[in-house]
């Protein structure tokens, strides 16, 4: 063969390979510690799918659900360090994180209601949080919902006398610890995965979380009772990892940011929908009875939890829990 058809054998070789890469997809692997079907799991699939359509296949999403990749306390080194692209971690993992701001929507009874929530949320208040976050190697896209938490034990939890002595799960955070030892309890720091284990071998008493998380994880298999407490909140925030979101072409990035912001939408309406029928999946199941406070028992609590906004003040920021508060009686 002729070095001139070998060069240009060689040539067409490049460009084929060249081509090839240039048009290699760009992977987003998008790791979360909860079930496919709690709402978190089902907006990762619904961005998934908004993502590669409106990129035309540039973008593919690879969605890990049930701490296939990481548990609670590793996934967000694995996001800084580049190991994963996308989580939605709960907004309580960003204080041990040394963004200590975000613990303020742990606070019991900061949000009256989800209006007041998504105008904290939605509002310059949210947006100047996630901007925090980039100090740490990390863009925050979106808030995500799951809800108003209920407490479960195996005992029934009227008042707060009830909570006396009881070990308590919480996820990793400063303010749920107060929260729980406000109650009398003592709080146990277990990774998500962890904890239907704790609660069926009595490792802990009992735990909170919004209906859709007790009931995909089978938690009421395991607790006696339930009480219909909305004490706090439980959100997300989707975040990626900085270096990687600011390398995306511009193009890629704002087609990205159209199918988060659809995704979000979605997240949302099905949020509050899967936790009313999570509750009457667990009345159904007979496993779990199921109490709602009267006015009075309601008091008691909010007597007993309000002081912790108090006391986190000096962490958390005094001008934000009071911009909170403003924002929220509106």
């Known amino acids: 063969m002729h070095l001139k058809t070998l060069l240009a054998a060689f040539g067409a070789a490049v460009l084929v390979t060249s081509q090839a890469f240039a048009q290699a997809p760009i992977v987003i692997k998008f790791s979360h510690v909860v079930a496919p079907d709690t709402p978190k799991g089902q907006a990762a699939e619904r961005f998934k799918q908004l993502a590669e359509k409106a990129t035309g296949g540039r973008v593919k999403v690879q969605v890990y659900p049930n701490s296939q990749l990481y548990k609670d306390k590793e996934e967000l080194e694995a996001l800084q360090l580049g190991a994963v692209q996308m989580l939605a971690p709960s907004l309580a993992k960003f204080g041990p994180l040394g963004v200590k701001e975000f613990e303020v929507f742990d606070l019991p009874y900061i949000f009256p209601n989800k209006t007041a929530l998504y105008n904290v949320t939605e509002g310059p208040i949210g947006r100047s949080l996630l901007k925090k976050l980039e100090t740490k190697g990390i863009t925050g896209l ?43 309890a003592v709080p146990q720091s277990l990774a998500f995965s962890e904890a239907y284990m704790a609660l069926q071998t009595g490792v802990v008493d009992g735990t909170e979380n919004p209906p859709s998380n007790m009931y995909t994880q089978k938690m009421h298999e395991v607790q006696k009772h339930l009480t219909i407490s909305n004490h706090g909140y439980l959100g997300y925030a989707v975040i990626v990892n900085k270096k990687f979101w600011d390398g995306l072409p511009s193009d890629i990035r704002s087609k990205l940011e159209g199918a988060m912001k659809e995704a979000t939408t979605y997240e949302k309406a099905i949020a509050q929908r899967d936790n009313d029928m999570a509750l009457e999946a667990i009345r159904k199941s007979g496993k779990t009875q199921i109490y709602n406070l009267s006015a009075q028992e309601q008091a008691l609590w909010r007597n007993a939890l309000l002081p912790v906004q108090k006391q986190m003040e000096e962490r958390i920021g005094k001008d934000l829990i009071q911009a909170i508060n403003r924002e929220t009686a509106k």
């Open 142 to 184: 979106a808030y995500w919902d799951n809800g108003f938490k209920v407490m479960s034990a195996n005992r029934q939890l009227r008042v707060p006398a009830d909570f006396k002595g009881l070990k308590m799960r919480i996820q990793s955070s400063k303010v749920l610890d107060i929260q729980m030892r406000a109650l009398g």
